[in-house]
T-cell receptor, first 113, second 116 residues
Framework: DTAVSQTPKYLVTQMGNDKSIKCEQN?????MYWYKQDSKKFLKIMFS???????INETVPNRFSPKSPDKAHLNLHINSLELGDSAVYFC????????????FGPGTRLLVL | DQQVKQNSPSLSVQEGRISILNCDYT??????FLWYKKYPAEGPTFLIS?????DKNEDGRFTVFLNKSAKHLSLHIVPSQPGDSAVYFC???????????????FGKGTKLSVKP
């Protein structure tokens, strides 16, 4: 009964490809997030999203886009992958918007060759 | 521009002793602080939090102290156990300000090793 799950766990792909990472939460939370942990180990927010509002970190390239088919899912689409996109991507969710305790998925390790 | 800083990348303590992990922040709008614990190949898991209206919050072996004037918080683990060995992330947010201020800003983490 994983609270926040992500697929795939590992993703190896070539530069220029388009890929998606899926995230699902079964906690009934209203808000979901995507984070990127880079090679320097910083965990940085990419997107915050609920059914009313999407907040995008201004540093995130527009090649990255979140897509939410329903409240329990927030997928991450990445177009034209670049070497610098290699990182671990974490999905998270929280009961309400903004700063509440967030529950994280196990991460997706993306390697762009 | 690191708004949340964990200046010690690693800490090693003996089992049974106290572990003290430190965190400093720069943004005066932060009003909610959290500690997360992360094992290798897993996502961070919530450990303990504190609101800016408090200076201490305790949960079992874990206590978080907040010094707002110094913009400093610390996590105390007493007694430390080998299973506590993990990376500990400090995080902060300005949740009462709404919008992007409610996002969590993470420190770089401190790797704690508790030796038997």
């Amino acid at each position: 009964d994983t609270a926040v799950s992500q697929t795939p766990k590992y993703l190896v792909t070539q530069m220029g490809n388009d890929k998606s990472i899926k995230c699902e939460q079964n906690l009934g939370h209203d808000t979901m997030y995507w984070y990127k942990q880079d090679s320097k180990k910083f965990l940085k927010i990419m997107f915050s999203y609920n059914n009313k509002e999407l907040i995008i970190n201004e540093t995130v390239p527009n090649r990255f886009s979140p897509k939410s088919p329903d409240k329990a899912h927030l997928n991450l689409h990445i177009n034209s992958l670049e070497l610098g996109d290699s990182a671990v991507y974490f999905c998270a969710s929280s009961q309400v918007w903004g700063g509440e305790t967030q529950y994280f998925g196990p991460g997706t390790r993306l390697l762009v060759l | 521009d690191q708004q949340v800083k964990q200046n010690s990348p690693s800490l090693s303590v003996q089992e049974g002793r106290i572990s003290i992990l430190n965190c400093d922040y720069t943004n005066s709008m932060f009003d909610y602080f959290l500690w997360y614990k992360k094992y290798p190949a897993e996502g961070p898991t919530f450990l303990i939090s504190i609101s800016s209206i408090k200076d201490k919050n305790e949960d079992g072996r874990f206590t978080v102290f907040l010094n707002k004037s110094a913009k400093h918080l610390s996590l105390h683990i007493v007694p430390s156990q080998p299973g506590d060995s993990a990376v500990y992330f400090c995080a902060a947010s300005g949740r009462n300000y709404g919008g992007s201020q409610g996002n969590l800003i993470f420190g770089k983490g401190t790797k704690l090793s508790v030796k038997p």
